[in-house]
């Protein structure tokens, strides 16, 4: 098993999990993986990386050590997740007249445009389930997708 001093604050089977998937995309087998692995090892861990936390992994320039992977896997296994506030009070900023509904088609350029894009398939599935004649209440959308899994 590598070497996971930094990773003290782990539990041993999470330790055990993080050693097993590392030493998969380990294709060198010096112990290390290349930044650009970095996303998909964590993905394998069942952690998603923002769109800046990939760009932040491209700009590594050396091969990461199984500590210098532990530091960025607790980071953000760390991270708080988003709730159900936080979603609506983003969603607010798009309420223009103020009466919790924002355009449909606005919905639809933000979820594909900004921050974490999706496709725009993706993005008309979101949109379809609370379309009401060109607009969204946004309350009513946060709470259906964060009951349903896609």
């Given at each position: 098993m590598a070497n996971l001093k930094e990773a003290s604050t782990l539990r041993d089977k999470e330790r055990n999990?993080?050693?097993e998937v590392f030493q998969l995309f380990?294709?060198?087998g010096d112990g290390r993986i290349a930044p650009e692995q970095l996303a998909d090892v964590l993905r394998c861990l069942?952690?998603?990386?923002?769109?800046?936390?990939?760009e932040r992994f491209k700009q590594i320039k050396v091969r990461l050590?199984?500590?210098d992977f532990c530091h960025e896997y607790t980071a953000?296994?760390?991270?708080?997740?988003p709730v159900y506030e936080d979603f609506v009070e983003g969603l607010?900023?798009?309420?223009?007249?103020?009466?919790?509904f924002v355009r449909t088609a606005e919905l639809r350029s933000v979820l594909c445009y900004l921050g974490d894009r999706l496709k725009m398939e993706e993005a008309e599935e979101i949109v379809s389930l609370r379309d009401e004649n060109g607009k969204?209440?946004?309350?009513?959308?946060v709470k259906d997708l964060m009951t349903t899994a896609f």
């Open positions: 999990e993080i050693c380990d294709n060198v069942d952690l998603n990386p923002l769109a800046s936390d990939v050590s199984i500590e953000l296994r760390n991270r708080r997740a607010r900023a798009f309420d223009h007249e103020g009466n919790g969204i209440d946004y309350e009513k959308l």
